[in-house]
T-cell receptor, first 114, second 110 residues
Framework: DAGITQSPRHKVTETGTPVTLRCHQT?????MYWYRQDPGHGLRLIHY???????DKGEVSDGYSVSRSKTEDFLLTLESATSSQTSVYFC?????????????FGPGTRLTVT | GDSVTQMEGPVTLSEEAFLTINCTYT??????LFWYVQYPGEGLQLLLK?????DKGSNKGFEATYRKETTSFHLEKGSVQVSDSAVYFC?????????FGSGTRLQVQP
């Protein structure tokens, strides 16, 4: 199994509070991704990183920010959580972004915003 | 834009039945195609992949063939087991990351 951990694994927070989710990898892969999983939508890309301090938006980036100060860590921040951000969040990594770029996923973080 | 469409579930089968889960894609160029499986409470695991037309990916008795002419990548297994109960996701490489289908839940009954 790829060495990917996510923390926390579960979190309940109140509307309007800031939340930071952490993804940590031990594979030294260049690319890291944050997805959210919602019923009927599969996984949707929030943000991704193609190197330290290099990040870009995905299809559902509103309300989220990310940071990557080290190769192994990719942080996802909800500046002011809303109920619509209740979801399961998955981090993924890949060695490349090319045509053959399979991704490896972490165990997920279940976030509930009340 | 890129998209992946899967058959809606849940799919309920008896043990040893034949499984097909349909997947079609729209994309510019020729993406690589993947099937991922998610067991309850876990993250996604890569099940199989195919990187070019007519490639067949296979793993653990599951197979899928990359059909460029029909833009499809249907997942099949000849004899399912109770332990195959999970959610299956079809995915295609996109411009920035993978594009996923909405997932198909498979329930196999003894």
């Amino acid at each position: 199994d790829a060495g990917i951990t996510q923390s926390p694994r579960h979190k309940v927070t109140e509307t309007g509070t800031p939340v930071t989710l952490r993804c940590h990898q031990t594979e030294n892969h260049r690319y890291m991704y944050w997805y959210r999983q919602d019923p009927g939508h599969g996984l949707r890309l929030i943000h991704y990183s193609y190197g330290v301090k290099d990040t870009d938006k995905g299809e559902v980036s509103d309300g989220y920010s990310v940071s990557r100060s080290k190769t192994e860590d990719f942080l996802l921040t909800l500046e002011s959580a809303t109920s619509s951000q209740t979801s399961v969040y998955f981090c993924a990594i890949s060695e490349s972004q090319g045509i053959d770029s399979e991704q490896y996923f972490g165990p997920g973080t279940r976030l509930t915003v009340t | 834009g890129d998209s992946v469409t899967q058959m809606e579930g849940p799919v309920t089968l008896s043990e040893e039945a034949f499984l097909t889960i349909n997947c079609t894609y729209t994309a510019t160029g020729y993406p690589s195609l993947f099937w991922y499986v998610q067991y309850p409470g876990e993250g996604l695991q890569l099940l199989l992949k195919a990187t070019k037309a007519d490639d067949k990916g296979s793993n653990k008795g599951f197979e899928a063939t990359y059909r460029k002419e029909t833009t499809s990548f249907h997942l099949e297994k000849g004899s399912v087991q109770v332990s195959d109960s999970a959610v299956y996701f079809c995915a295609a490489t996109g411009r920035r990351a993978l594009t996923f289908g909405s997932g198909t839940r498979l329930q196999v009954q003894p």
